[in-house]
């Protein structure tokens, strides 16, 4: 039995065909985009958050004077 | 490694397997290859516009693309990737108020007491036919339809992505059948 269902989705992917390359080149714009984001984001995290304690009243610098003092056991 | 490595015999839930343990895009190109056009084939049905089509085609890629870690291998990789483009799709014409009938849930219908549409009558229909016929009927029921005669799905597949119980997608397919040859009737009157 033929299926004309299936006729016509082959009819839409050679449709696609000229389309195909434009919609992947978006796609991997926005997937760059989202991966600079993630990037970034990964980078300044730790600023980020400091920045925000700072605006909230903490003491980054109090944090940090702790973290060298374990990290130099003469002291 | 480019897309062309990529054995075609590679089956879909491996080449996933490989994309999220190496981040390497040419798995997921084989992917796009796979089914782009498949894609874009449903979102060019259910939204009639080739350039909103295309537009949906891309975004649906974003989301197989946000959530493939999420795909859990419990249904085949091809349904649940059909199922994010008719809801996508489906929230589309929702959200533009194109099609009441998405509004209200048709339990009650006359449809009921005419006879069974043989599945011949559908598939067996002149392609240029049954791409007018498509554009007549409401979304759901072409929605119901291509799940069914196109992506050949079962009626537990297709319920779980329409979310109603199996005695109600078999409801549903029946008169999607009958709104169709309905719809056909009327277009094509004096033609058979």
């Known amino acids: 039995m033929s299926n004309s269902f299936k006729e016509l989705e082959k009819l839409h992917e050679e449709e696609f065909e000229k389309k195909s ?37 903490g003491d980054i610098a109090d944090k940090s004077k702790n973290n060298n003092k374990k990290d130099n056991p003469t002291d | 490694m480019l897309t062309r490595d990529i054995p075609a015999t590679m089956s879909d839930e491996d080449v996933i397997k490989e994309y ?8 997921f190109d084989v992917l796009y290859k796979r089914y782009s056009g498949k894609i874009f084939g449903k979102c060019i049905s259910l939204l009639k516009d080739e350039a909103k089509a295309a537009d949906a085609t891309q975004e649906v890629f974003m ?20 199922s994010i483009t008719y809801n996508f799709c489906i929230d ?26 043989e599945d011949i009558y559908l598939l067996e229909m002149k392609v ?8 007549e009927i409401p979304t759901m029921d072409k929605s119901i339809l291509l799940m069914k005669y196109q992506d050949e799905m079962s009626i537990k597949e297709i319920s779980s992505i329409t979310k109603k119980s199996e005695s109600a997608v078999k409801m549903k397919i029946k008169r999607a059948k009958q709104k169709f040859k309905k719809t056909y009737k009327e277009v094509y009157k004096g033609d058979e």
């Open chain 1, 21 to 57: 390359s434009e919609v992947k080149k978006q796609i991997d714009g926005t997937t760059s985009s989202y991966k600079f984001i993630g990037d970034i984001l990964d980078l300044y995290f730790n600023k980020i958050v400091g920045v925000f304690v700072a605006m909230t009243g």
């Open chain 2, 20 to 27: 999220l343990a190496t981040q390497n895009s040419a798995y």
């Open chain 2, 63 to 82: 989301k197989i693309l946000i959530n493939l870690s999420k795909f859990s291998g419990k249904s085949k990789f091809s349904t649940w990737i059909y």
């Open chain 2, 92 to 117: 589309v014409i929702r959200r533009a108020k194109k099609d009441p009938s998405l509004l209200v849930d048709d339990m009650e219908s006359t449809y009921d007491k005419e006879d069974d549409v």
């Open chain 2, 128 to 135: 240029k036919r049954l791409k007018v016929i498509l554009e």
